[in-house]
């Protein structure tokens, strides 16, 4: 079946604007896993949601983070007033056990 | 909490030499491990896992890793390879205790492979 997408592919956006970014999981797959890979930080773990399970947070790295799980299937991660340094490619993964898929991310340039 | 190492950031090889590419890790819990490879310009692939049972676990493009518990490593090999192995290859862990759990990754190696 298809995997994990991911909208948009690329996103450049002005420092200060919001960022909706977007995540359809594999069907089926019960949790779903925000990460974001940069140049300095490398894959760092953000956010997980897992079925009606209050989401585990601890990863967002500010209160402009957020990220909501509509329905336990597409997810949406939103930066508010964006800064340079949230420059990453976000990456979305699913998982039925332990093994995570991961989509093709967003790759985010704040200018 | 977990933690893991990989202990070169980058390898270079040529091609049908065989390499490894080491990775420690770190835990206070029982923990299931995963090599990650990421091609150029391409998202993360799940390349092998080890979760219970056989300590060394292979993949379908000839990788092998070895869950060494006594020296905290996941290493990963392979025989000889090709050009098309050049890639960045990541080592996760997550605890194996409460469910789904998020990864930890390690920093990254990234093997070239020259002709």
């Known amino acids: 079946g298809a995997g994990v997408s991911q909208s948009p592919s690329n996103k450049v956006t002005e420092k200060g604007k919001d960022v909706e970014l977007r995540c359809d999981p594999i069907s089926g797959h019960t949790a779903l896993y925000w990460y974001r890979q940069s140049l300095g930080q490398g894959l760092e773990f953000l956010i997980y949601f897992q079925g009606n399970s209050a989401p585990d947070k601890s990863g967002l790295p500010s209160d402009r983070f957020s990220a909501e799980r509509t329905g336990g299937s597409v997810s949406t991660l939103t930066i508010q007033r964006t800064q340079q340094e949230d420059s990453a490619v976000y990456l979305c993964?699913?998982?039925?056990?332990?093994?995570?898929?991961f989509g093709p991310g967003t790759r985010l340039t704040v200018t | 909490a977990q933690s893991v190492t990989q202990l070169d950031s980058q390898v270079p090889v040529f091609e049908e030499a065989p390499v490894e590419l080491r990775c420690n890790y770190s835990?206070?819990?029982?923990?299931?491990l995963f090599w990650y490879v990421q091609y150029p310009n391409q998202g993360l692939q799940l390349l092998l896992k080890y979760l219970s049972g056989s300590t060394l676990v292979e993949s379908i493009n000839g990788f092998e890793a070895e869950f060494n518990k006594s020296q905290t490593s996941f290493h990963l090999r392979k025989p000889s390879v090709h050009i098309s192995d050049t890639a960045e290859y990541f080592c996760?862990?997550?605890?194996?205790?409460?469910?789904?759990?998020?990864?930890?990754f390690g920093a990254g190696t990234r093997l070239a492979v020259h002709p």
């Open positions: 996760a862990v997550t605890s194996s205790w409460g469910g789904y759990n998020k990864l930890i």
């Open positions: 993964a699913s998982s039925s056990n332990y093994e995570q898929y």
């Open positions: 835990s206070s819990v029982s923990v299931y």
